[in-house]
Every structure is written in structure tokens, then in C-alpha cells.
DNA sequence: CGGCCGATTATCT
DNA sequence: GATAATCGGCCGG
């Protein structure tokens, strides 16, 4: 398994979007590696992508997507949620791949413990939040280099899809964004009857 | 099982 | 002062 690189990062939203699916996101937590697939995606593409922060120009918050490629975006939102992006596309071009979903695969019973309450039930990191607490990720990991080891949080690259396995919808949540960003099919995920859960 | 609604606070107007 | 890239509980069928 090898760490996705800077160059994996400076592309469009829309590339990394679908070329995440299949990579592994990793967060060593006390020495300990949690991992999972990851299973669905979103892209957010530019200050006149009006379902993106950045539409909003730039702020404190949304200067990171600002920077250069391969950081992590983390904010928080609805007053209790978490929620993880990568930069994406070269520094001055605001975008960013929100990360929606992973299949459990390394450190479980740790991932167990930073969300115990729904802890491996069905769907228990299908959310953008729930894997964000099943990984124990928060404000503190907001603009950590994804494509350094140290700061304990990155993507290895994994397997392809083939695109026959790939689905792409309208992105969540975005229900007061006017069109045609409302319904512009920027998720990916990764169809059902791909995965084999145990 | 599906749909509605309250929680709770950072960020921007 | 309003709003939010969501989740989980509770309700009704």
C-alpha cells in the first residue's frame, strides 16, 4: 500500500471524487491503525459551484481550499457533526472531495469505541459523520497534510472499480442551493452489490 | 419502514 | 441573528 501522492490531489474534484472509491483512509489512533474503503464521495468544485463553501468566497474557513492540494478540510456543521474533505485541484482553485462513507476493514474494535453507541450495526459509518467519529477525526485535523504519515491521517491508494460498479447522484444536503448545482451528479458511490460485507 | 423534527454551535451577513 | 455538505429518536401506518 503506498500514500497518495501531492499529484493524486491536484486534479479536479470530479477526478479525485471517483478515484477515491476503493482507496483506503487511515487514522493511526494511539499507535494503532483504523482504516476502511472508501465507499462513496462527493465533489465540490469552485467558487461558482454554489453547493460549495467557497462559493462564498474566501473566509477563514474556507481559505484551506484555497491552498495548495492534499489537505484535509474538517468543519463542523448542524452544531455537533464532523465532517472530512480533501483538497483537491491546484492552490488558487478552491475545491474539495467530501468523504461520505468507508467499509470498516482495519481496528474496528478501536472504531467501536470512538462510537459506541451504534457500533457495528449495520450502516455505523455510512454517513460523513459517523466515520468521522468511528475515526475519532475533529476540528484539530482540519489542514493536516494527507499526504504525510506523521499527522496520523492519509489515503493509501487501493483498488480500482470498474465503472460498471460506480453510481453517480445529485450530492446530499444541498436542498436551498439553486440549480443547477442542486442536482448536478457530483456523489459517487460505489453500488451495493459490489461489496462483499461480511 | 418511512418520514418528520429537534439537537447545538461555528461561521458568515 | 440566521443558517447549516447530518444524525438519531420518535411517531404513524
Not at 466515520?131 to 485535523?141: E, K, P, R, Y
Not at 489542514?143 to 492519509?154: A, H, I, K, N, Q
Not at 446530499?172 to 440549480?179: H, I, T
Amino acid at each position: 500500500m503506498s500514500i497518495n501522492q501531492r499529484d493524486f490531489y491536484a486534479r479536479p474534484a470530479l477526478a479525485v471524487a471517483r478515484d477515491l472509491l476503493g482507496c483506503r483512509l487511515v487514522r493511526v489512533q494511539s499507535g494503532k491503525r483504523l482504516a476502511g474503503l472508501i465507499l462513496e464521495t462527493e465533489a465540490y468544485q469552485g467558487e461558482e459551484d454554489l453547493g460549495c463553501h467557497a462559493s462564498a468566497g474566501l473566509t477563514p474557513r474556507t481559505s484551506v481550499m484555497y491552498g495548495p492540494p492534499g489537505y484535509a478540510y474538517v468543519y463542523f456543521t448542524y452544531g455537533m457533526h464532523w465532517l472530512l474533505n480533501a483538497v483537491t485541484d491546484q492552490a488558487g482553485t478552491p475545491a474539495a472531495v467530501l468523504i461520505r462513507a468507508i467499509l470498516p476493514l482495519e481496528g474496528t474494535t478501536a472504531m467501536a469505541k470512538n462510537r459506541p453507541y451504534r457500533a457495528l450495526q449495520p450502516g455505523w459509518t455510512d454517513g460523513p459523520a459517523k466515520l468521522t467519529q468511528a475515526l475519532g477525526i475533529d476540528g484539530i485535523f482540519n489542514r493536516v497534510d494527507l499526504c504525510d504519515r506523521s499527522d496520523g491521517l492519509y489515503i493509501e491508494s487501493g483498488e480500482r472499480w470498474a465503472d460498471a460498479m460506480i453510481e453517480q447522484t445529485p450530492r446530499v444536503g444541498l436542498n436551498s442551493v439553486p440549480e443547477p448545482w442542486r442536482s448536478i451528479p457530483w456523489r459517487f458511490l460505489v453500488q451495493k452489490g459490489a461489496i462483499d460485507v461480511g
